[in-house]
T-cell receptor, first 115, second 112 residues
């Protein structure tokens, strides 16, 4: 099983809503990532979890709140988002044995639209 | 700040042509350079390069890294319409800089 599964695939929310994006992997990877990708732009790193601990937060606004309940699951909680937060949110995982990224396995992404 | 620059930004060629995509980089404590292919959704992994001058090859795709000149190229021979995609280059640092920084990508279109 070499898949990273993300749900939902599409999400439309208002600026006052609270929602969550979910990501799951069963490859035994110990590092998991959230990336944000706007149209025709490269993925931008948001958060890195290594061995279930937050190791990198790329100065992401607090309206995005990551959570890693266990080594297979990664959530991104969303609250009071702005229309400019509309983007494709990609989850990824890697073996992360030595803290290095190495090959990232990406999920299909959750396309978020904020009205 | 780490920086990855890809060229050209876009490329349109006919099926059967050979293409070369370029990636130059600046990164603190270089560890590796990776190439990804992105069609409609998630990027898919192509190559990871850590050593200079050693070509990685997979079918019609090949890539090489020059750590002295800080660049990499991705070659695709005998292109097919299925090769149409955005090709992303990413570099990873080390020793406290363990994260991938992506370039803006090269959008490749293959005309039948």
């Amino acid at each position: 099983d070499t898949e990273v599964t993300q749900t939902p695939k599409h999400l439309v929310m208002g600026m006052t809503n609270k929602k969550s994006l979910k990501c799951e992997q069963h490859m035994g990877h110990r590092a998991m990532y959230w990336y944000k990708q706007k149209a025709k732009k490269p993925p931008e790193l948001m958060f890195v979890y290594s061995y279930e601990k937050l190791s990198i937060n790329e100065s992401v606004p607090s309206r995005f709140s990551p959570e890693c309940p266990n080594s297979s699951l990664l959530n991104l909680h969303l609250h009071a988002l702005q229309p400019e937060d509309s983007a494709l949110y990609l989850c990824a995982s890697s073996q992360g044995r030595t803290g290095a990224t190495g090959e990232l396995f990406f999920g299909e992404g959750s396309r978020l639209t904020v009205l | 700040e780490d920086k990855v620059v890809q060229s050209p930004l876009s490329l349109v060629v006919h099926e059967g042509d050979t293409v070369t995509l370029n990636c130059s980089y600046e990164v603190t404590n270089f560890r590796s350079l990776l190439w990804y292919k992105q069609e409609k959704k998630a990027p898919t992994f192509l190559f990871m390069l850590t050593s200079s001058g050693i070509e990685k090859k997979s079918g019609r795709l090949s890539s090489i890294l020059d750590k002295k000149e800080l660049f990499s190229i991705l070659n695709i021979t005998a292109t097919q319409t299925g090769d149409s995609a955005v090709y992303l280059c990413a570099v990873e640092g080390d020793f406290g800089n363990e994260k991938l920084t992506f370039g803006t990508g090269t959008r490749l279109t293959i005309i039948p």
